[in-house]
Nanobody
Framework: QVQLAESGGGLVQAGGSLRLSCTASGRIFRTYVMGWFRQAPGKEREFVAGISWTGVTTSYADSVKGRFTCSRDNAKNTAYLQMNSLKPEDAAVYYC?????????????????WGQGTQVTVSS
């Protein structure tokens, strides 16, 4: 079983920045992809970003490219999502998720392990 703990959400003005963290613990015995998703009220959960085990490969939704950056520190089993130039439409509950595969997936059902979510609110 894998547990994920997120932190870093909060309220920020449009144009501001936040950094989310996600720490994995539990029975992790292999490399894994870390994904970030978000869900706004009344909308489906959507892929935001993902990072491979080595950190060499990243993937971003078009809506966040150039503004969000994934990174990870495997020694700490922690991944980060740096969010800059935040817009009101970025407001959502953000989730981190683990996929025990090499390839970054963009579908919710490709990730069996999920964090509890952290709220990001962006005021205009």
């Amino acid at each position: 079983q894998v547990q994920l703990a997120e932190s870093g959400g909060g309220l920020v003005q449009a144009g501001g920045s936040l950094r989310l963290s996600c720490t994995a613990s539990g029975r992790i015995f292999r490399t894994y992809v870390m994904g970030w998703f978000r869900q706004a009220p009344g909308k489906e959960r959507e892929f935001v970003a993902g990072i491979s085990w080595t950190g060499v490969t990243t993937s971003y939704a078009d809506s966040v490219k150039g503004r969000f950056t994934c990174s990870r520190d495997n020694a700490k089993n922690t991944a980060y999502l740096q969010m800059n130039s935040l817009k009101p439409e970025d407001a959502a509950v953000y989730y981190c998720a683990v996929r025990l595969q090499e390839r970054i997936g963009v579908q919710v059902n490709e990730y069996p392990y999920w964090g509890q979510g952290t709220q990001v609110t962006v005021s205009s």
